[in-house]
C-alpha cells in the first residue's frame, strides 16, 4: 500500500526567503511522485514529477524537490518565495503501470508575508 | 486547446435533490476520476474508470454514481442518499504516457 505523509499543515515564510515544503512516502513499487498546487477555487496544477530519471527535479515557477529513496523523501523547495507563491501544496504518489492509482498527501498551505 | 471542463462551476441544491456534475476531456486520455475536497482536507477518491463503460469506487463511493459512455465524458451524480455534498469536486484526466494527473477547474456544490 501506498502512503504520504506532509509533515506541515501549514508553512509561513517572508517574501525574498527560502521556501521548504516536506513530503515523505511509503511504495511498495518504484513510484512516480508528484508535487501539485491549488490555488483558491482552481483545480491542480502540476509543479513537477519524479519518473525514475534525474533525482533532481525542476519544475515551473522555480520550484525544486530532491528524490532521496534511502529517506523516502521528495521535498519541494525555492530560493526565493513570491506572493503569487501562497495556495495549498499537494505531495502525490503513483504506481502509474499498476492501475494509474494516486494518492495524495493532505496538504500543506503555504503563506507568504509582505 | 487541450483540457478537462467542468460545469457548473456554483452549483446550488435543495435537499433531497440529485444533481449531475459534468466533466468532459479533450486529452483522449483513457483513465478518469473524480475527487472531493472538504475545506482544509486533502483530495478524497470517488469513483474512477480506466477504460469506457468500466468503473470502479473509490474511497467514498457511498451516495455518488457515474457512468462511462463515452471515453471523453465521466459525469458525476450526486444522489439525495449522500448525508453531506456540499463540497468542491474535482475531475481529473491521466495520460498513460506521462504518468500525471490534469484537473478540471472544479464544481463547487452547495446544498440549501
Known amino acids: 500500500a501506498q502512503s504520504v505523509t506532509q509533515l506541515d499543515s501549514h508553512v509561513s515564510v517572508s517574501e525574498g526567503t527560502p521556501v521548504l515544503l516536506r513530503c515523505n512516502y511509503s511504495s511498495s513499487y518504484s513510484p512516480s511522485l508528484f508535487w501539485y498546487v491549488q490555488h483558491p477555487n482552481k483545480g491542480l496544477q502540476l509543479l513537477l514529477k519524479y519518473t525514475s530519471a534525474a533525482t533532481l527535479v525542476k519544475g515551473i515557477n522555480g520550484f525544486e524537490a530532491e528524490f532521496k529513496k534511502s529517506e523516502t523523501s521528495f521535498h519541494l523547495t525555492k530560493p526565493s518565495a513570491h506572493m503569487s507563491d501562497a495556495a495549498e501544496y499537494f505531495c502525490?504518489?503513483?504506481?502509474?503501470?499498476?492501475?494509474?492509482?494516486?494518492?495524495f498527501g493532505p496538504g500543506t498551505r503555504l503563506s507568504v508575508l509582505p | 486547446d487541450g483540457g478537462i471542463t467542468q460545469s457548473p462551476k456554483y452549483l446550488f441544491r435543495k435537499e433531497g435533490q440529485n444533481v449531475t456534475l459534468s466533466c468532459e476531456q479533450n486529452?483522449?486520455?483513457?483513465?478518469m476520476y473524480w475527487y472531493r475536497q472538504d475545506p482544509g482536507q486533502g483530495l478524497r477518491l470517488i469513483y474512477y474508470?480506466?477504460?469506457?463503460?468500466?468503473?470502479q469506487k473509490g474511497d467514498i463511493a457511498e451516495g455518488y454514481s457515474v457512468s462511462r459512455e463515452k471515453k471523453e465524458s465521466f459525469p458525476l451524480t450526486v444522489t439525495s442518499a449522500q448525508k453531506n455534498p456540499t463540497a468542491f469536486y474535482l475531475c481529473a484526466s491521466a495520460s498513460g504516457i506521462t504518468g500525471e494527473l490534469f484537473f478540471g477547474e472544479g464544481s463547487r456544490l452547495t446544498v440549501l
Open positions: 502525490v504518489v503513483s504506481d502509474v503501470g499498476y492501475g494509474q492509482n494516486f494518492v
Open positions: 486529452l483522449n486520455h483513457d483513465a
Open positions: 474508470s480506466q477504460i469506457v463503460n468500466d468503473f
